[in-house]
């Protein structure tokens, strides 16, 4: 089991910057991949980005070249596990709930962080 909390979402103008950032805690040592998904109004909840216990990577095709995808490692221990995603040049469709995700098997989900764009 593990626990995900995301933080910093929020509302931006388009084209600046904004980090979200998601602790995970419990059983982190069995994590084999952590990511961020991302949910708007009235579409399904799509794949942004994923990074796996060997650091790579994969993006979805629209954030590639925006965002980017990391883990902490000075904070990471057997059980905690800080991944962060930095967006830049941020797009009114880019307007979602993102959400954290750990897959360890099976996968768990953060509350999720809203993030609006505006135009």
């Known amino acids: 089991q593990v626990q995900l909390v995301e933080s910093g979402g929020g509302l931006v103008q388009a084209g600046v910057s904004l980090r979200l950032s998601c602790a995970a805690s419990g059983s982190t040592f069995s994590i084999i991949a952590m990511g961020w998904y991302r949910q708007a109004p009235g579409k399904h909840r799509e794949l942004v980005a994923t990074i796996t216990s060997g650091s790579s990577t994969n993006y979805a095709d629209s954030v590639k070249g925006r965002f980017t995808i990391s883990r902490d490692n000075t904070k990471k221990t057997v059980y905690l596990q800080m991944i962060s995603l930095q967006m830049i040049s941020l797009k009114p469709e880019d307007t979602a709930v993102y959400y954290c995700?750990?897959?360890?098997?099976?996968?768990?989900w953060g509350q999720g962080t809203q993030v609006t764009v505006s135009s």
């Open positions: 995700a750990a897959d360890l098997g099976r996968r768990f």
